[in-house]
């Protein structure tokens, strides 16, 4: 290879080299900016979207005595375990009313 | 005061009504009362539209900005957001604009006594609960500039479910809390049930039209336009918004009650059936929560396993 040759392609060279490393650091950067831009900002994304997450399954409740789990993230609109039963004649304890 | 068969009562004034404990255990009340009046002064911190001192004013103050809440309010506001969520939207936290365009801007009390100052109520568009954002580990909202939140329909249930639950795991014995007529029983009731009176106003005597049902656990409400109603010059108001109009709900319920796993899901429900009028029936139906609606003309329609309502006329759905 002639010097002129050699010259030219060192010179080539040099200039990928540049460019490589050129773009390396351009994606270092993006992905740092990305993580510090995401922290920044996690209070912003709106990662609970209930209304994507229709029937997620059995419901959680709260175990013992039936009811009572106060529906947070629970599956869907539940009945009671026991259906409420005839009052007969006596008098309340309760009213259940507007208010 | 003792009842029937080893339970006792207690009442006191809550969240702008009536508070009731009964416990199966007699001995237990006075313990149970204390643990009932810790919930009341928390949920009422966190979640009062009329409070501004509350957590709930200060998120609304905020609209635009993101706020960090407690972890109280973070479970109102979930609690709130699934209740949209499972509706359809019937019942949707973000109505609290459409109440105060409608009048309804102070303790009901208070309104009561001094009057509304609006006489013309214009519809107010509801953001909707889509709207709202919310990262729950980070525990931080956001709401669209203009949204004012209400949990309304939501936090009155939460606290008688809380409270309840805290009551049984702490004391053991059955116990129930009612705040304003929306009930939640939890642990072993007394022999025959908690008898419940159901009617249009939570404050009306046994001897108002109503049916009295007993309930074992889990929750029991009652919506109502009924009682929380105002006059904007001849419009008569309630309390009870429909999101698509951003108006008080025009429609043929006037008293929706509903039994469910518990106080929310209950309450829940019973203003979505107030909200959705005529297909209310098959709608709770279709999910199994027995339940009893009460048109303005009186008639009752009783729906799933809800007890015939007798002397009344009423149809079984």
């Not at chain 2, 009504?17 to 237990?28: K, Y």
């Not at chain 2, 656990?217 to 429909?242: F, K, M, Y």
């Amino acid at each position: 290879m002639d010097p002129k040759t050699r010259k030219a392609v060192s010179a080539r060279d040099a200039g990928l080299a540049r460019v490589s490393r050129a773009t390396r650091l351009i994606g270092v950067a993006s992905v740092a900016g990305a993580v510090i831009a995401a922290a920044g900002f996690a209070h912003l994304i709106p990662t609970h979207l209930p209304h994507l997450n229709v029937d997620d399954g059995g419901g959680s409740g709260s175990g013992s005595g039936g009811g009572n789990g106060s529906s947070n993230g629970s599956g869907g609109l539940q009945g009671p375990n026991n259906a409420p039963g005839g009052g007969g004649s006596g008098p309340s304890q309760v009213q259940s009313g507007g208010s | 005061m003792t009842l029937g068969i080893a339970a006792a009562r207690a009442e006191v004034a809550a969240f702008g009504g009536t508070a009731v404990v009964l416990t199966a255990e007699p001995g237990a009340l006075d313990d149970a009362l204390a643990i009932v009046r810790e919930h009341i002064r928390a949920v009422d911190k966190a979640c009062s539209r009329f409070r501004p001192d509350s957590e709930l004013c200060r998120v609304n103050e905020a609209a635009g900005r993101p706020v960090e809440v407690s972890a109280l309010f973070a479970r109102a506001l979930e609690t709130a957001l699934r209740a949209a969520e499972l509706t359809d939207g019937d019942v949707d936290p973000t109505c609290g604009d459409a109440l105060i365009a409608a009048g309804y801007d102070r303790d009901f009390d208070e309104l009561r006594v001094s009057g509304v100052t609006v006489t013309v109520p214009r519809p107010r568009p509801i953001p909707g609960w889509r709207t709202v954002r919310w990262n729950p580990a980070e525990r931080v909202v956001t709401l669209q500039r203009g949204t004012r939140l209400d949990f309304g329909a939501t936090a009155k249930a939460l606290a008688a479910d809380l409270a309840a639950r805290d009551v049984h795991d702490k004391l053991g014995g059955g116990v129930l809390v009612s705040f304003s007529g929306d009930l939640s029983a939890c642990g072993p009731a007394p022999d025959g049930g908690w008898r419940v009176r159901v009617t249009d106003d939570h404050r009306a005597a046994d001897d108002r039209p109503g049916q009295t049902v007993t309930v074992r656990d889990g929750g029991l409400a009652t919506s109502s336009t009924t009682v929380r109603r105002w006059n904007a010059g001849d419009t008569a108001l309630h309390h009870i918004i429909d999101p698509r109009t951003g108006l008080p709900t025009q429609a043929g319920w006037r008293t929706v009650s509903v039994a469910a796993v518990d106080c929310v899901t209950a309450n829940t429900a019973a203003t979505a059936a107030i909200v959705r009028g005529e297909s209310a029936p098959g709608w709770l139906a279709a999910h199994g929560l027995p339940a009893r609606l009460v048109r303005s003309d009186g008639t009752v329609v009783t729906v799933a396993s809800w007890p015939a309502d007798q002397g009344s006329g009423g149809a079984a759905s």
